[in-house]
């Protein structure tokens, strides 16, 4: 959808699109938003500071992390991400993260489960954690994020989350099975970032190619692209009615 008022282009790249495991040898799921006032990462799998190396990617460039939901494969690599920055990089401007209620809790308890605590050390940047319930809006760094509950494990917090920044509108679903609310949360964006784990219909809590076909024409929104893609969905992509996302690919919006 094209919008007045926009200011230059902004990047969207696919770091990682895969499930949680690895399906086609693709990275976990992590997706780097560029924006001309500065760059956003939406979840951090436990394989993102692989792909940032990969794809040439500085973490440098990131000053917002967010997260839809706990569980590994979109916020396990955080606590890593974190001490790369402190002793990689050397980072200096704070780094802001934000998810579901619980975020920092979570992050500094996963940190500490895998020998990395984050406690009492020496940070050279601030780390700040921001929580973002259910509808809630906040202005971090370039964007303005609005979460929604989506129909995931419970335990783990699952949210979608809409980002506007420049007359843009994207949307990512985060994980989810299908719910009547979800064409509405996609509805008007320019890009909608859609899981579809699965082929055919076969578990509650992630979507299927089956089921998005069948509503395809309910999603009223510029661009549709799926992601979190599991084995029997990795070995269509590029071959679907709906567009697949791969990983490294890269985005004009």
Same mark, same amino acid.
């Given at each position: ?6 200011? !230059? ?13 690895? +399906?086609?040898?693709?990275?976990? +799921? +992590? ?24 794809? $040439? ?18 916020? !396990?690599?955080?606590?890593? =991400?974190?001490?790369? #920055? ?5 980072? &200096? ?11 920092? &809790? &979570?992050?500094?308890? #996963?940190? #500490? +489960?895998?020998?990395? $605590? ?37 335990? $783990? ?16 679903? !985060? ?10 949360? #996609? ?31 309910? =999603? ?15 070995? &269509? ?17």
């Amino acid at each position: 959808m094209l919008s007045q008022g926009r200011v !230059g282009m902004s990047d969207v790249v696919f770091i990682g699109t895969s499930d949680a495991f690895g +399906a086609g040898g693709r990275r976990q +799921a +992590a997706i780097l938003l560029r924006t001309g006032g500065g760059a956003v990462l939406l979840d951090c799998g436990t394989t993102t500071n692989t792909g940032l190396n990969a794809l $040439s990617i500085s973490r440098q460039e990131i000053e917002v992390i967010l997260i839809s939901h706990f569980h590994a494969d979109h916020f !396990g690599g955080v606590p890593l =991400f974190l001490l790369a #920055a402190l002793y990689e990089d050397a980072r &200096r401007h704070p780094l802001q993260i934000a998810g579901p209620p619980g975020i920092e &809790r &979570r992050v500094r308890a #996963a940190a #500490a +489960a895998l020998g990395h $605590s984050l406690e009492e050390r020496a940070w050279s940047f601030p780390l700040l954690f921001q929580e973002l319930p259910a509808g809630a809006e906040s202005a971090l760094g370039p964007v303005r994020v609005r979460s929604f509950e989506t129909r995931h494990q419970p335990d $783990s917090c699952p949210h979608g989350l809409t980002l506007q920044w420049d007359s843009r509108r994207m949307v990512y679903s !985060g994980d989810t099975g299908w719910f009547e609310g979800l064409p509405e949360h #996609a509805r008007g964006a320019d890009l909608f970032v859609c899981e579809c784990t699965f082929a055919k219909k076969s578990f509650d809590y992630h979507l299927s190619y089956e089921e998005l076909l069948e509503r395809k024409g309910t =999603f009223d929104c510029g661009r549709m692209l799926l992601t979190h893609l599991g084995q029997t969905m990795s070995a &269509r992509r590029g071959t679907c009615a709906i567009e697949t996302a791969d990983d490294g690919l890269l985005l004009k919006l």
